[in-house]
């Protein structure tokens, strides 16, 4: 079936810690996928995405790594900062679809 | 920095009556879509939209959905007589291209149903 889950609800780091938000998937035919963050109020704001062909992406601050084998995404946040606050959201995308399926969100609390 | 704008932000609306939320893709984007978010929950697919036609539609999406894209700008959902259960964020999305590709997304429009 179709589910994407997250394992941690709420994550609390102290300002200056990496943070790592995990998300199991369940579908093997998802072959894009994107980590977005919600701050209250607003719409997804997209961070990062990886295709299936790979394994690590790493943008500004955050990298997604992505463990096909066991359908396992993570999103490492380097330095967190108290504007990383807010929920953040993997959403895979099958292949042959358009839409976007997502998690069910990990808030991010940074503590100073 | 080019971005989908939605409006309105908030509507309240009683029971049975139609509302319109309506969206401002970013111009050079080819597909839509629609997702809502009831409180507390995840983002859920509605409705994809391409070459003036929905490419994909959920469950959610039924007969008192619609969507529409009346000029070169705005794109439309269209609830026909809502229900408590419509009460939620509706995001509108647009991507260059399709499956694949990332989708950005507005602000939203929180829909109260009384």
């Known amino acids: 079936g179709e589910s994407v889950g997250l394992h941690l609800p709420t994550l609390s780091v102290q300002e200056g810690d990496n943070s790592i938000i995990n998300c199991a998937y369940s579908n093997s035919a998802s072959d894009y996928f994107i980590w977005y963050k919600q701050e209250s109020g607003k719409g997804p704001q997209f961070i990062i995405d990886i295709r299936s062909n790979m394994d690590k992406r790493q943008g500004q601050r955050v990298t997604v790594l992505l463990n096909k084998t066991v359908k396992h995404l993570s999103l490492q946040i380097a330095a967190t900062q108290p504007g990383d606050s807010a929920v953040y959201f993997c959403a895979e995308n099958l292949v042959n679809t358009d839409k976007l399926i997502f998690g069910t969100g990990t808030r991010l609390q940074v503590f100073p | 920095e080019p971005e989908v704008t939605q409006t309105p932000s908030h509507q309240v609306t009683q029971m049975g009556q139609e509302v319109i939320l309506r969206c401002v893709p970013i111009?050079?984007?080819?597909?839509f879509y629609w997702y809502r978010q009831i409180l507390g929950q995840k983002v859920e697919f509605l409705v994809s939209f391409y070459n003036n036609e929905i490419s994909e539609k959920s469950e959610i999406f039924d007969d008192q959905f619609s969507v529409e894209r009346p000029d070169g700008s705005n794109f439309t959902l269209k609830i026909r007589s809502t229900k408590l259960e419509d009460s939620a964020m509706y995001f509108c999305?647009?991507?260059?291209?399709?499956?694949?590709?990332?989708?950005?997304f507005g602000p939203g429009t929180r829909l109260t149903v009384l």
């Open positions: 999305a647009s991507s260059e291209e399709g499956q694949g590709n990332e989708q950005f």
């Open positions: 111009s050079n984007h080819l597909y």
